[in-house]
């Protein structure tokens, strides 16, 4: 059989009605609507819902009614429930100027509805904020046609719920009656509801969708124009079990579905329940040849069997053939590997030699190198021995020439400092002798400083060029930090001795300009005068 778009066990029913008002007028059908509507919902050929799954409310006050609503959404034990049957049956109001949908209770008054009365919005809040997956929402009430028009009640033509996964059906327009006879067992659009779930449709379908359910009441329905909105596949949302399809036909449906699929043993079974509700010679010929494909797949799998012993039997000698072919290889490997392993073994005895071999003649010419290093080592001292004699030698020589230098240059500049003092002595003479005197003295006295510059000068290269050649030389071929200080330690002793012998010179030069100091104005006038020679 085609399976329902709900799941039976997580499926609950809330059926709520009022028919005894106390200030409206009563509507004494509404039991029969629960009461009929409860006996098609467990009934296992229309829909199998358990007992237990159905919750009825009748003749409640509103907030009585209210809070059963939320009581049953916020209940622990329908957290599994994942589809929800709303039914309500009792008189639907209109607000005036809001123009909302009020459901009744037994204490409602007109003069105070929003206080006596439920309006629908709070119960489709409660609803659309639950964890249900479908819920299908059925309301017998007049002006029940304002539940399908979603916030806006001006749009009348395929309005939007702003609950996902809802179904509303209502027994009329937002702005008709729905309509009951105060005798009969129910109200006109619930009676055309329990008509078609208990006589099914003529169609051969096997379910009833709710397209099917809302197009058979709007057919027959003449009091009312039945209203609904959706935002389910109402088309293909199947809810109950047509009673007028054939189960027979259904059961070899199903077998045939199985019999396509290979699955002769359940098609079989299938057949056998179908040819129980209608034995025909079709369905006793499909069992028949369900069981000869049954008896050609026993024969088939005995075969198969068989080859799969052989195949079995085949597959152990060669596994047993290999297993010995494999104990064979392993046997030649290891006397390989035993072999490998002594060759190895001579190959590293050679080697161990060899490398003997080739560390002793390292060795030994290791010690060569050293013997080699050690005599060249010792004639690099030597040699550093000559050449640091010879330096302290040609920087002895340096210094002595230095000292004789420098001797000259103080002799020099005293003398010129002579000089300045005895021009300084003669200044404040006024008359032209005395600045021909002048003249004559200075002249003699830079003629002898000439003559000594040239007197040593004559015995050889000047002094600075001899220091600076020893002196190039000494550092290019120096090792050491410390011969450098020797030497300059050297060089600082015989700057001591030239100073000495500047003293000495300093202490001449003096005698001197005293003796010409103190010779008489008048001797010097006396002296004949002299020609200019060139």
């Known amino acids: 059989m085609q399976l329902l778009s709900l799941d039976i066990r997580k499926t609950k029913a809330l059926l709520i009605g009022v028919s005894d008002y106390q200030f409206l007028p009563p509507i004494s059908p509404a039991l029969g609507n629960i009461e009929d509507l409860t006996a098609i919902l467990t009934d296992n050929d229309i829909l199998g819902l358990p007992a237990e799954n159905i919750i009825q409310v009748i003749n409640k006050r ?16 329908n957290a599994i429930i994942e589809t929800l049957l709303f039914y309500y049956v009792g008189h639907g109001i209109r607000e005036k100027t809001s123009k909302k949908l009020y459901l009744t209770g037994i204490n409602t008054k007109n003069s105070t509805i929003t206080t006596s009365a439920i309006l629908y919005n709070d119960i489709k809040d409660a609803i659309g904020n639950s964890q249900l997956q479908k819920r299908i929402v ?16 001006d749009v009348y ?19 008709e009656k729905s309509f009951f006879d105060t005798g009969g067992r129910n109200t006109f659009f619930t009676a055309e509801i329990v008509k078609l779930l208990k006589n099914g449709l003529v169609e051969q379908k096997p379910v009833i ?96 069997q068989e080859v799969l012993r052989l195949k079995e039997e085949t597959e152990k000698a060669e596994r047993e053939q290999l297993q010995l072919q494999k104990l064979k290889e392993e046997q030649d490997i290891q006397k390989r590997l035993q072999e490998t392993e002594n060759e190895k073994k001579a190959d590293e005895e050679r080697l161990r030699k060899k490398k003997l071999k ?22 690099r001292i030597e040699n550093e021995k000559r050449i640091k004699l010879e330096e302290e030698q040609q920087l002895k020589k340096i210094r002595e020439k230095d000292d004789a230098d420098r001797l000259r240059q103080q002799r020099i500049e005293k003398e010129q400092a002579a000089n300045l003092k005895l021009k300084q002595d003669f200044k404040p003479l006024k008359s032209g002798k005395t600045l021909k005197k002048k003249i004559f003295l200075l002249i003699l006295m830079t003629s002898i400083v000439i003559i000594a510059i040239v007197y040593f000068s004559s015995k050889g290269p000047s002094a600075n060029e001899i220091r600076q050649h020893m002196i190039a030389d000494s550092i290019r071929k120096a090792d050491s930090v410390a011969v450098v200080q020797a030497e300059q330690q050297r060089i600082a002793d015989s700057i001591g001795k030239a100073r000495s012998v500047n003293s000495q010179s300093d202490s001449v030069s003096r005698v001197w ?20 020679q060139r």
């Open 62 to 77: 509103n907030d009585e009614i209210f809070d059963a609503i939320v009581e049953f959404l916020e209940n622990s034990d």
């Open 138 to 153: 059925i309301l017998d009430a007049c002006h029940s046609g304002l539940a399908t028009q979603g916030e806006n009640p």
């Open 157 to 175: 033509t395929e309005p939007e719920l702003d609950i996902k996964g809802t179904f509303v059906l209502a027994s009329s327009s937002d702005s």
């Open 209 to 304: 969708s709710l397209d099917d359910m809302y197009f058979f009441v709007k057919k027959n329905l003449k009091q009312s124009t039945p209203r609904r909105n959706t935002n389910l596949d109402t088309h293909d949302f199947y809810l109950f079990h047509n009673c007028q399809y054939d189960t027979g036909k259904i059961l070899e449906h199903e077998a045939d579905l199985l019999f396509e699929q290979l699955e002769y043993e359940n098609a079989r079974l299938k057949y056998l329940e179908a040819f129980w509700k209608r034995q025909t010679d079709e369905l006793k010929h499909k069992i028949e040849e369900c069981e000869n494909y049954i008896d050609i797949k026993k024969k088939i799998l005995r075969k198969e």
């Open 358 to 379: 080739e560390k002793q003649a390292a060795d030994l010419k290791r010690i060569q190198e050293l013997e080699r290093a050690k005599i060249e080592e010792n004639e």
């Open 513 to 532: 300009m005293k003796n010409n100091a103190t010779l008489p104005v008048k001797l010097i006038k006396k002296q004949p005068k002299k020609k200019k």
